[in-house]
C-alpha cells in the first residue's frame, strides 16, 4: 500500500507540476504580463499553500513552534535543493528584475526573519508587519505588471479577463494546485510508511524520517514545479516560484501564523537553521552576482550544500559531532 501511495503521489506531483506550468504560461499570455510575475506571485503562493497549512494547523492545534521549523527547512530545500535540481536540467539566466527587486526582498525577508526570531518569540505585531509588507510588495509586482503591460499597447486587464484563454488558464492552474497538494500528502505518506519499515529497529527513526522524507516532500511542489517549467524552458516562472516561495513562507505563513498564535522559536533553530537559511541565500545572491547565469556548476554547488546540511544534522541527531 505504501509503495502504491509513493508511485501515486509521485504520478500525480508531475501531472499536477504539468497543468501548473502550462496555467501559468497561459496566465501570463492571457494577460500580457511577465511570466517572472505570475512565478512570483501566483505560483509562488500556490506552491507555499502546503507550508501554510501544516503551520496553521500546527498552531491551532497547540503546536505553533511547528511552522518555523517547516519554514527554516523549505527556504533551505528550496534553493539549495529544488534550484540546484533545476539547474542540473536546465540552466537559468538571472533577469534585471530578479537581481534589483526579488532577490533583495528575498534577502530582506530572511533578515527580518532572523531579527524577529532572535528573543525567542514571533509575536503578533511581527506578524501583522510580515503580512503588511508581502501585501505590499505583492500590489507593487501587480502595478509593475499592468504598467509594462500597458507601455507594450496591450488592452486593459478587464478587457483580458472577458476572454476564454483567461479562464482556461485559472482552470489549469488550479487544477495544478490540487495535483500537487495532493500528490505531495500522497507521497509523503507512502515514503513514511517505507522508511519505518526500513529503520525499524534505529532510535533515530522520527529524526531521520522527518529531516529528509518529509523535508523532500514538503518541498516536492516547488521541485516539481520548477524542474518542468524549466524542462519548458519557462525558466522565469522556475526562478520565480522558488524566489517568491521563500518570501512567501516568511511573511505569509509565519506572518499569519503568528497573528493566530505567537511562535515561540527554540534556540536550535536560531543558532543553526536560520543560519544555513541565511548563508544560503547569501550564497545564491554571490553566484548571480558572479554571472547572471546558473548553470550546471551552480547547481552543483547547491545541491552539494543541500546535502552537507542534512549530513551535519543526522551526525548531530547520532551526537558525532
Known amino acids: 500500500m505504501d509503495i502504491f501511495l509513493l508511485l501515486l503521489g509521485l504520478g500525480v506531483l508531475v501531472a499536477g507540476g504539468e497543468f501548473l506550468v502550462k496555467g501559468a504560461v497561459s496566465f501570463s499570455r492571457a494577460m500580457k504580463i511577465s511570466p517572472l510575475i505570475v512565478g512570483m506571485t501566483v505560483v509562488a503562493f ?9 503551520s496553521l494547523t500546527s498552531a491551532l492545534e497547540g503546536n505553533p513552534g511547528i511552522a518555523v521549523g517547516n519554514v527554516a527547512g523549505s527556504n533551505i530545500a528550496n534553493i ?34 532572523f531579527f524577529f526570531s532572535r528573543d525567542g518569540l514571533l509575536e503578533l505585531y ?7 509588507v508581502i501585501v505590499t510588495f505583492t500590489i507593487f509586482l501587480i502595478r509593475l505588471g499592468r504598467k509594462k503591460s500597458k507601455e507594450e499597447g496591450n488592452e486593459d486587464w478587464d478587457d483580458e479577463r472577458k476572454k476564454p484563454s483567461y479562464w482556461k488558464a485559472l482552470f489549469f492552474l488550479h487544477l495544478g494546485f490540487a495535483g500537487l497538494f495532493f500528490g505531495a500528502q500522497w507521497f509523503i505518506h507512502g515514503a513514511v510508511g517505507i522508511a519505518d ?20 516532500g514538503t518541498s ?24 517568491g516561495s521563500n518570501i512567501f513562507n516568511i511573511f505569509v505563513v509565519l506572518g499569519i501564523t ?20 541565511i548563508g544560503i541565500a547569501l550564497l545564491l545572491v554571490l553566484l548571480i552576482a558572479i554571472g547572471n547565469r546558473i548553470g550546471r556548476l551552480k547547481g552543483a554547488i547547491l545541491l552539494s550544500t543541500y546535502v552537507a546540511y542534512v549530513v551535519i544534522i543526522l551526525l548531530r541527531v547520532q551526537g558525532v559531532i
Open 126 to 132: 511581527e506578524g501583522i508587519i510580515m503580512f503588511s
Open 220 to 243: 516536492a511542489p516547488e521541485l516539481v514545479a520548477s524542474t518542468v517549467a524549466a524542462y519548458r524552458k519557462e525558466t522565469d516562472i522556475s526562478i520565480g516560484n522558488l524566489i
Open 46 to 54: 500556490g506552491t507555499s499553500a502546503p507550508e501554510l497549512i501544516v
Open 80 to 113: 539549495a535543493l529544488v534550484l540546484g535540481v533545476t539547474v542540473l536540467i536546465f540552466p537559468i539566466v538571472a533577469d534585471r528584475q530578479t537581481k534589483r527587486v526579488d532577490l533583495p526582498m528575498m534577502i530582506l525577508a530572511t533578515f527580518m526573519f
Open 258 to 277: 503568528s497573528i493566530v498564535k505567537p511562535i515561540p522559536v527554540t534556540k536550535e533553530i536560531i543558532e543553526f537553521d536560520m543560519l544555513w537559511v
Open 197 to 216: 519499515v526500513l529503520l525499524h529497529d534505529n532510535p533515530e527513526k522520527d529524526t531521520i524520517i522527518g529531516v529528509t522524507v518529509v523535508a523532500f
